[in-house]
């Protein structure tokens, strides 16, 4: 399997006038114009992906709908496993009917996304540092005989603009 992990797009800064609930906080007009440039070449890098789980949190959700539109990727569905703080273990044991797919995306936040990443790669959250841009993506691969994974590539969003 490969698994992508998507942290979202930039966003607005925190702002609980505007905001009072956090999880509405959308992209910003700049972030989703620079991702939809990330997701073609995205799309052209991992054309065969399977499903799409994204954090229900606006800017996570935005960020999956902008890979659904601008990819051949199927239409994102809520994942509230991949909201900012929950545990990395607790994702993957949700992650368990999707086992048999060949290829995962997951849209989330920091730092969810970033434990997850060391958990999959090390078997512990903090087991490596990792950082991952808003718009960056991690591609990890799992063979049939790993419970880790392999890191095939982290890809900033600059590096993946067209």
Request: aromatic share 6%; proline share 10%.
């Amino acid at each position: 399997m490969d698994l992508y992990l998507v942290r979202h797009a930039v966003a607005h800064n925190r702002d609980p006038a505007r905001w009072p609930d956090d999880s509405g906080r959308p992209l910003t007009p700049e972030g989703e114009e620079d991702f939809r440039a990330v997701a073609r070449k995205l799309g052209r890098m991992a054309p065969g992906v399977q499903a799409v789980l994204s954090s229900p949190f606006a800017r996570a959700w935005r960020t999956a709908e902008i890979l659904a539109e601008t990819t051949e990727w199927p239409a994102p569905k809520s994942f509230t496993p991949l909201q900012p703080d929950i545990p990395p273990r607790e994702v993957v044991k949700e992650l368990v009917p999707y086992s048999r797919v060949e290829s995962l995306a997951l849209v989330g936040h920091r730092p969810c996304i970033h434990q997850l990443a060391a958990y999959l790669l090390t078997g512990d959250p903090d087991g490596l540092d990792i950082k991952i841009k808003k718009g960056g993506v991690v591609c990890i691969r799992f063979g049939a005989e790993n419970s880790t994974g392999k890191l095939r590539w982290l890809l900033t969003p600059e590096m993946l603009r067209d």
